[in-house]
């Protein structure tokens, strides 16, 4: 196992309404990304996080917000859901913010809009 | 924008067959990673490749980074019911993110 854990396991919310996922990352890793796989893709990259700030986004629109902690452990939040939102989010930690890096990720928190 | 492709979508095999996954990217990259996601699960980091034409081997398994930096393949040797799951290239190109691909979902009929 990576050591990444993600919080919570599986949340139904229903359409226009916020949700808050969380992510503590690997010890030692000071950078997070959060990633959104739909059902049957690959994970797109949302955003990344690097000292608490953000250094990377990926075409999703800005309801998509985060922040990282002191302790680098990650949120992740989204507003006026939408249908399309519901997927399975990934956060991964890595000991740098290179595309070189390697993605450790968490078991993920599966998202259904209803 | 940078997109990864990734054929085929999916791949049945008997026990004990041969299997390969190939990845196309638009651009040039810098770099490929490949990852194993098991059914319900998360994906997992197997190997990174760097350098052009670079071949790495974990066991029955053989990656291979093009010459253009541009397409991987990745290889299973005998295929065991153990090697069920998607596999995923993801490529990097110098930023800070990578793009992973559209993934092949592998089953193994025993």
């Known amino acids: 196992e990576t050591g990444v854990t993600q919080s919570p396991t599986h949340l139904i919310k229903t359409r226009g309404q916020q949700v808050t996922l969380r992510c503590s990352s690997q010890?030692?890793?000071?950078?997070v990304s959060w990633y959104q796989q739909a059902l049957g893709q690959g994970p797109q990259f949302i955003f990344q996080?690097?000292?608490?700030?953000?250094?990377g986004r990926g075409n999703f629109p800005p309801r998509f917000s985060g922040l990282q902690f002191p302790n680098y452990s990650s949120e992740l939040n989204v507003n006026a859901l939408e249908l399309d939102d519901s997927a399975l989010y990934l956060c991964?930690?890595?000991?740098?913010?290179?595309?070189?890096?390697?993605?450790?990720f968490g078991p993920g928190t599966r998202l259904t809009v209803l | 924008g940078q997109q990864v492709m990734q054929i085929p979508q999916y791949q049945h095999v008997q026990e004990g067959e041969d299997f390969t996954t190939y990845c196309n990217s638009s651009?040039?990259?810098?770099?490929i990673q490949w990852y194993k996601q098991r059914p319900g699960g998360h994906p997992v980091f197997l190997i990174q490749?760097?350098?052009?034409?670079e071949v790495k081997k974990q066991k029955r398994l053989t990656f291979q980074f093009g010459e253009a930096k541009k397409n991987s393949s990745l290889h299973i040797t005998a295929t065991q019911t153990t090697d069920v799951g998607t596999y995923f290239c993801?490529?990097?190109?110098?930023?800070?993110?990578?793009?992973f691909g559209t993934g092949t979902r592998l089953t193994v009929i025993p």
């Open positions: 991964a930690s890595s000991t740098g913010t290179g595309g070189r890096d390697t993605q450790y």
């Open positions: 010890s030692g890793h000071n950078t």
């Open positions: 996080y690097y000292r608490e700030e953000e250094n």
């Open positions: 651009t040039t990259l810098s770099n």
């Open positions: 490749l760097v350098k052009s034409g």
């Open positions: 993801a490529g990097g190109s110098g930023a800070n993110n990578l793009f």
